[in-house]
């Protein structure tokens, strides 16, 4: 029975992240996301009007072709976490595949939205959708079991996903950091991400956006601080606020849902994706809303709310608005350009707690929403955040914990793989017998 | 009564601060420093053995001589904190005025070392020196009284000076941050600044460093919190541990001390600096060392404290040891390079909690450290720190609560200074009637 | 007869040019140019349909109010040279004064384009517009006259004026770089220059932009011969060539032209705005195109020749083509989304003869072209350029020729302006006294 | 006979470069070079006196124990141009291998000097030096013969090498540029190279430092006319000027003294390094230096020297000075400090035709040096220089004309090799399979 790890998403790129695991004649999936750049640099273009083709073509989500050409008979999809670059594409690739979405309670709803609700609309997907909460292991077929284990991110219910196969343990770690102090779930299941190693693990598949920066990355609780700097440390009582995070990122809004009742501002959450993940975090019950709180979706109910809170003062309130990137159609650009019954005034504060995701687009973006912000006076206070992905130093010590025989740093080019490889070498791994660089489409077969 | 602002360092460069404010015949000296670069670029520099005159033909301490030639009385040389770039070149200068030296009871410790035991040893400085505790007003003559307000900066006993004349106030605010939850001491006197604006401020001297960063800076709550995560959140216990940061920054060792105790490892202060500082933190009741940390000098004493700590095993010890900046001569460089009974090993952790100061030199010595680190396999883990500057937001407080008829921004050259001008202009100040942009040397009357 | 130096645009900034000069009772205007970006960031303001109040709130042109409420009599409109930063903003404000437009015969034609035929069109503005040659003079007015000297930038006919005033001379230098080997044009007319430092120059305003780069900007010619080794260099014999570069840049249209003949190829110029530079160019005596050149306007004509080019082969032919910042509307970006008969190939090669415009809204242009070509198999070479602005040495010399009483740094924030400063500080110039620092809208007094 | 790649240096790092070809039980050695930044951070380490063992441990040669450990018969050590970081260490490795070296004529001299009279002195290298001239071919075995191939590169001579085996051939392709108008010797032989690519290669070692980059490297040419223009645009009739380059970079010194012939002051090319290599270039044919240009050693010479410069009038002279990367033991450095007779004047030139090579060390070097230099007044002149090392798009042509079987990126860690793979996957070439990603002692065998 020979293992193979076939690359088919994320390994030329930061974005559309897909890796498929074949034991022998069976195979799973895990992840299918897209690469929103590759979509926003074609202006025009709607994925729902797109064929998979299409925007496998333009880049924008992976080329699955080597499932069908080498006859694999996949037994499930596995989504670790709902971040879109992991699971924007399951609408347009999962239904080809007779076999189930596997998630934990969370992203099997956000999968729920996606395929139903949201872009899919109209579309009726076959795949079973199977809740697995991070402790639990499931059986995917006779040789194959899956197992989900607790792990930190920038969005709840994470899970590092493991493979057991006759031949031992593959682990699938995209994406994490090692938070001991994160505000909502759990810590990092240390002790069971350690007897995976000691049950031996045969190939880990990582992330490695943050493996050249020789640190840990901070605790969410560290952000959650920051945050209640900017919002208690500066002179605001009288103006408006508005804070702009992201709307997965339910541990932040828990964080200014909390100071805003101690402000004595009653919170207003508004956009449709806000109104989504929320609405689903407070079902699934990872987050309880303070009782003040509103959670409005977007469009005219984002509208009527903004109207109210004109007409209440601005100063009552604390909204929280999605837009952080400068999005042009997202909530905080049409305020920012007047369209809105909201107007930015002077000395009002626009808190930006996310960093720009590093690509000209958004850079653009911000530059043009910040300059607006500004020339009406706005007081810009950028910094309140902290990455969910793990540093050099939590790399350490997951290669600590699960000592896999072979590695497969993904999530990024290779000039970024190559950070990872050299903290791997390090330790004693060498390079192409076990640990191993990767390009969309080049499969490897493990010796095992 | 005519009032004249004379810059006479820090205004081409960041470093050697020093301003003198004339008051019709009579003129009181803020701040004597040092550029501490300008001393490193000539290699065999002793700083003791050149004459002022040579320190100042090398950019590295400020000119004095237009205070010569001016004829001015000086009534006073304060001294708002004890960073050397503020009172480095208090033993090089002070010396010629016949007036005392007023600073808070820890500055005033400071410049008596730096005056009797350190650089300037054998020699006596005929000044007075006075302390001015925050909060206190004293006389300097019949038309000028010297008050002392509370601020925050990443050294204890930081004050804001105010000088008030028959004209109306000056302030002189270099260096300072806007920081609610510091770590040792209260939070800045929001009360007496505002106190000061309705009094009338006619002139306002502000550093700028950080007016261009669309934030507020992070309370050193931050650091320590960030600093806790590198200390609780990794691997460490069988290894050893040295953290660096600046000595002067007796917050953060306060921080270091109780999460050693909290470790139950052993704290070892090493290094002549951290010695003198800390001490005199303690003496002046400003930090309490929990009892098992252990306060060692430099040399043979700190050479003797590391036998012993690997007789005992390194697990057992918090080293806290001078040389973040990579300085040739200091602790942490010694360690890397083999030349103390200490030795660098396998996974071993050295955590800077500081910054490297942007300068070309400073960069580059901690290249070198850092490669050597590497090079025997220590975990280097960056990041634990914070500013101790303002951020635009801080300096939006500050014109607030002071609405002075003049600014003078400072501590940076006329492009960082611009950043401060175009703070000051979007809240009305008028460039060059209000708001003066300044080069050392370049005198400026105030119209009042 | 006392002289004012009134900054109105460009001085906050780099874009909208725009310095008036008091002299008693009359005024001189120089330039009346846009700032593009400003433009940009409202995504759908068309500067047509925008009123000039509308666009001075935007922030994109100057803000001329302080002419009307100071009651200056205006006596001339002086254009330096052809950039819309320069010139962009006539058709919105010229017309308000009662006075003639005055520029070289290059510059006069794309004014009259500009007023006449573009922008403006229908709109009658009541300026005379007047031509005055390089080495010549005029009389404004009793007291004023007004004098072009030849001067090197990258666009032809570019002019330093020189304001004869009975004070002295006021010089606005106002594009230059000191290019002796331009490849269109003769090189700086040094000896008028020093003979305006012999005659006496009080004030000179002097663009700043490059006033920190310790280096001479390097002739065109450079630029000339790194196209030539990007064109004789490489394999392209059998593949289609597209350079782009500034349709304004008429030293390197010629050198594209001269290279095309030189390889074989027929060059076609594309684009409306090639059209109208090129075209007046030929018109004014400044370029001679080969005879196989074709000179080609946008829309229809463009989309013709690229079908004919197709049919013909590309190989026979060296487009050039608008679009090198990445702009969506012009013709480089419409081949890359394969809007147009002429695709991209794989190993087609685009050449980029121009430098990225420094504001993230062009990077993120050119990110979105880049990748749309790079997706087709395009080979992009850059580099291919050299800037028009000045250089420290270039300003260090600028300054020994004229040797201003007062200098004024202009084309930026005070940021930009403090490199100049440094120059001129070190060469003996006093901040304040001989040196200003400005900002738009506050005036200063001469004293002479 | 199988066939494989063994690299030793240069693939975790930027420096110390050496690959070994092993041949069925034969080998070939290509290049063995230092890291000098390594040597450099062990600030008292003195080459001459540290072991192979010491330098290897350093990290500053290259480890070449594998070569024992598989027995390897090494029929020869083939350096293909004179780069200490590609021959630096023969004097500490070269004496255990019983075989020759073998180099171009310019190389085998440096050689020569490195064993004999230079660091080595003393010493007695048992290998036979043997000329092998490009265009030229030798057999080294029964089955390997080995062939130089002209190429260009910022030293003279330099050669690609080409072994010939029975399977196909093995290109060694590092360092080069694709110049077609160099300014010594003559352009690359493209017809060898396609003549090699019919042949089948079955692999190419390749540098890759600068495959990031868009463009074509600019010829030389172009980095003499920079100089030119630095040298005629400026006002320095009455002032000193001095040059700093490379003294191994023989064509830019042609350049330098042919301009200062024609300038009309005599060329005085300073520093033993200078020395050394001008030395050879002319004795091997490559320079002729025009009669007046004076060629001086180091040491009391250069003093001697610039003695009577400063008698005879700086303004009669251009001096050729080593230190362009602030080394603070060259001649630049030393003048800097005032060390010589030549003091540095107001309005002096100095001009680097060098970048900064980028490693934090010379940056601050550079940084010390040029802080000195202006302190006295100098004026500092930047950028006259091009790189040696291809861009993006001469690896590209590379490529297409020698199509090899195998491709390993070199000269950079894995983060550098992975742009080369971006390039080479663009044209077809696989990961893994046909590209391959290297590390320092991580073997290949090729499947020929």
Redesign the interface.
């Known amino acids: 029975m020979d293992i193979e790890v076939i690359p088919l998403g994320g390994y ?1 790129e930061v974005g559309r992240n897909m890796t498929v695991i074949r034991v022998g004649g069976e195979a799973v999936i895990f992840d299918m996301g897209i690469r929103l750049d ?1 979509i926003i ?1 074609h ?1 025009d273009a709607v994925m729902e009007k797109l064929s998979a083709e299409e925007l496998q073509r ?2 924008a989500i992976p080329n699955d072709e080597p499932i069908a050409s080498l006859g694999l008979k996949v037994k499930a999809i596995v989504v670790g976490h709902g971040h879109l670059d992991h699971m924007g594409a399951l609408f347009k690739l999962a239904g080809k595949y007779k076999c189930p979405i596997i998630a934990t309670p969370f992203t099997i709803e956000l999968v729920k939205d996606e395929l139903n609700m949201g872009k899919g609309r109209g579309q009726r997907l076959p795949n079973q959708l199977i809740v697995l909460k991070t402790g639990q292991t499931m059986e995917l077929s006779k040789d194959l079991k899956l197992e989900f284990v607790r792990i930190t991110h920038s969005i709840v219910q994470s899970a590092i996903a493991a493979l057991h196969t006759p031949k031992g343990v593959i682990v699938y770690a995209n994406d994490f950091k ?4 994160p505000v909502i779930g759990g810590k990092p299941d240390y002790e069971r991400l350690r007897g995976l190693g000691e049950e031996g693990v045969i190939a880990l598949i990582s992330e490695c956006l943050g493996a050249g920066e ?3 990355t ?2 969410e ?2 952000a959650r ?2 945050l209640r ?2 919002l ?4 605001n009582e009288r103006h408006g606020i508005i804070v702009s995070t992201f709307s997965s990122h339910t541990a932040r809004i828990k964080s200014v849902c909390e100071f805003g009742a101690e402000m004595g501002r009653k919170v207003v959450l508004l956009g449709r994706s806000m109104e989504k993940y929320t609405d689903i975090a407070v079902r699934v019950g990872e987050l309880k809303l303070p009782k003040d709180v509103e959670l409005v979706g977007g469009g005219r109910d984002s509208e009527a709310a903004l109207r109210r809170i004109m007409r209440d003062g601005k100063d009552k309130y604390l909204v929280v608005a999605t837009g952080h990137q400068g999005e ?1 159609d997202a909530l905080l650009s049409r305020i920012a350009r007047g369209e809105t019954a909201y107007p930015v005034e002077k000395d009002d504060h626009v808190i930006f707690s996310a960093g720009v995701i590093p ?3 958004n ?6 929403l910040e ?2 912000l500004r ?1 009406q ?1 706005a ?5 309140a955040h902290v990455s969910g992905h793990a540093s050099r ?1 939590e790399h ?2 997951m290669l ?1 914990m699960l000592s896999p025989a072979n590695i497969y740093p993904s999530h990024g ?7 990872y ?2 903290l791997a ?2 330790h004693g791994w ?4 076990q640990i ?4 969309n489409g ?1 499969h ?1 077969t493990l010796k095992v």
């Not at 090692?178 to 102090?181: A, H, I, R, V, W």
């Not at 208690?232 to 002179?235: A, D, R, S, T």
């Open positions: 030329n590759r640099i202006e333009m880049g090692l938070d001991n102090t020789e640190t840990k901070s605790s609780t560290i601080d920051m700097d900017h208690f440390g500066l002179e042009p690509n000209p687009l850079v653009a973006n911000r530059y043009v300059s607006k020339m006076g007081r810009i206070i950028k910094g130093e350490r010590e600590a080019p290779i000039s970024m793989q190559g950070n490889v050299d070498e390090a060498k390079l192409n017998s191993h660089v990767s390009q080049i490897h």
